[in-house]
C-alpha cells in the first residue's frame, strides 16, 4: 500500500516558517550623547582640577563619549570623557 500524500502536507520533521528562519539581528541601542558641540560644561582635568571650556568636538558615544573641550583660562584643548564633565554651565 502506498502513502497518501494530501496536498499542503508538510514534510515530516519541518519546522514552522516562524520558527525555522532565524530571528531578525538584535540593533545595538544608541545611546546619545548628554553633550553636543558648543556647549560649555566645567569639567575635570587630569590633574583633577575643575576647569572651565567649550566642547569642540566629540568622538563616539555612548559611555565611550570623548569630547574635545577648549579650555577657557588657558585656551588649550583637552580630551575628555564623559564621566570628567560635571555640569552644563
Given at each position: 500500500m502506498r502513502p497518501v500524500i494530501f496536498a499542503g502536507a508538510k514534510k515530516a520533521g519541518a519546522l514552522p516558517k516562524s520558527r525555522a528562519?532565524?530571528?531578525p539581528p538584535t540593533q545595538d541601542l544608541e545611546i546619545p550623547m548628554p553633550y553636543r558641540k558648543g556647549q560649555h560644561v566645567e569639567y575635570r582635568d587630569q590633574q583633577d582640577?575643575?576647569?572651565?571650556?567649550e566642547i569642540r568636538?566629540?568622538?563616539g558615544s555612548g559611555a565611550q563619549t570623548r569630547y574635545a573641550?577648549?579650555?577657557e583660562a588657558t585656551l588649550s584643548e583637552d580630551k575628555v570623557s564623559e564621566n570628567q564633565i560635571e555640569r552644563e554651565l
Open positions: 528562519s532565524p530571528r582640577e575643575l576647569q572651565r571650556g568636538s566629540a568622538e573641550v577648549q579650555n
